[in-house]
């Protein structure tokens, strides 16, 4: 077994752990935006800051496995692999994305949201999307 294996299961695996994060938490904004009552609101702000800091630690893991990755395969590699900076640039969405989730469970935290829960609905599939063509370059590497 290689570096490079235990990188890449490494890598995946706390990908999954980032994911399932990142799918279920703008679903709690779904259902917070929606609650009228101030005892499930406070459970709701609890539940939000506790899976957001919890999946963070994975979204790093993430990116550090996938640097070795990139570092063990060489710049060579890196530079030819016109796919791969497409995923990186979707991935550094997905960071925006992850950080854009901090500014919202502050909002519900102060009671600042304004958002509706259909906003949140739209804001729960983009991970989705994403996740949809970084894998297809990953596995596909149409270019």
């Known amino acids: 077994m290689t570096w490079l294996l235990i990188y890449k299961a490494l890598h995946i695996a706390f990908m999954v752990a980032w994911f399932a994060g990142i799918f279920y938490l703008p679903r709690l ?3 917070h ?3 009228p009552s101030a005892e499930v609101d406070a459970q709701f702000k609890v539940m939000e800051r506790r899976l957001l800091y919890f999946v963070t630690p994975f979204a ?3 990116a550090v496995f996938g640097a070795l990755l990139i570092n063990a395969y060489g710049s060579a590699w890196f530079a030819a692999s016109q796919w791969l900076h497409w995923k990186l640039l979707l991935v550094a969405f997905l960071y925006v994305y992850h950080g854009y989730c901090f500014k919202l469970v502050a909002d519900f935290k102060h009671n600042r949201n304004r958002r509706s829960s259909r906003f949140f609905r739209f804001f729960n ?3 989705v999307i994403i996740l949809f063509a970084v894998v297809i370059l990953a ?3 149409p270019f």
């Open 125 to 127: 599939e983009t991970p």
């Open 29 to 31: 904004f779904v259902y």
């Open 60 to 62: 790093i893991l993430t």
């Open 33 to 35: 935006a929606q609650n």
């Open 139 to 141: 596995v596909v590497k």
